[in-house]
Structure formats: structure tokens, C-alpha cells
């Protein structure tokens, strides 16, 4: 069965810095599709970033580039989501989802992706 797990959420400050990871179970990385997407109460999840993995091609949400970079570590089935430069903005449950590369390269449509971990909480303090 495929697992995700996503962790390194907590409290920080705005412009502060937190790593996510998002370890696969379940799910080779040969060509992968990973995104890391993020909902807030009362909003609509939105995509933040993804990765192919067979590639490195990566993919971000307007408001996050510069801020936010995507990588994954294929032999250990992870993909990180390094979190620069942190807003208030940017608070919410963040969660991995992988899915088949091709179909889903450069998508970051939450409904486009079969496989969901849970979530892990990011508060950014103003």
C-alpha cells in the first residue's frame, strides 16, 4: 500500500525557515510525480510545489518562488520542501501527494493526484 508522510512543521516567526519532508512508502520515485499542497480554514487547497522525479523538473505556485525550493533524495523515497523567508500568508496543514510522473508533470491541481499523506501543521507568526 502507498504511504505518505509528511513532518518538520511547527511555529516560526515571518521570515523565518522550516524543511518538510514527505517519505513514500509503497511508491519507487523512478517517475514520480510529488506535490506538497497546503489548506487553510476556510480556503480551498491550493498546489504549492511539485517535482518529477525522474527528472528533477520542479514546479511552484506564484507566490512561493524564491521562497520555497523542491527537491527529493530518490534512494530514501523523500522529497523536501525547504520554506524561506516564511509569511503569515503561508500558514496552513501542509500535505504530500504523489501520483504517475508523466500525466502530472508541472500540475498543481490537487484533484489530479491519487495518493495523500497527512497533513503537517505550519504557523507563521507576524
Known amino acids: 500500500d502507498v504511504q505518505l508522510q509528511a513532518s518538520g512543521g511547527g511555529l516560526v516567526q515571518a521570515g523565518g525557515s522550516l524543511r518538510l519532508s514527505c517519505v513514500a512508502s509503497g511508491f519507487t520515485f523512478d517517475d514520480r510525480a510529488i506535490g506538497w499542497f497546503r489548506q487553510a480554514p476556510g480556503k480551498e487547497r491550493e498546489g504549492v510545489s511539485t517535482?518529477?522525479?525522474?527528472?528533477?523538473?520542479?514546479y511552484y505556485l506564484d507566490s512561493v518562488k524564491g521562497r520555497f525550493t523542491i527537491s527529493s533524495d530518490n534512494a530514501k523515497n523523500t522529497v523536501y520542501l525547504q520554506m524561506n523567508n516564511l509569511k503569515p500568508e503561508d500558514t496552513a496543514v501542509y500535505y504530500c501527494?504523489?501520483?504517475?510522473?508523466?500525466?502530472?508533470?508541472?500540475?498543481?491541481?490537487?484533484?489530479?493526484?491519487?495518493?495523500w499523506g497527512q497533513g503537517t501543521q505550519v504557523t507563521v507568526s507576524s
Open positions: 501527494a504523489g501520483g504517475f510522473g508523466p500525466p502530472l508533470r508541472g500540475s498543481l491541481i490537487p484533484g489530479q493526484y491519487y495518493w
Open positions: 517535482i518529477v522525479t525522474s527528472d528533477g523538473d520542479t
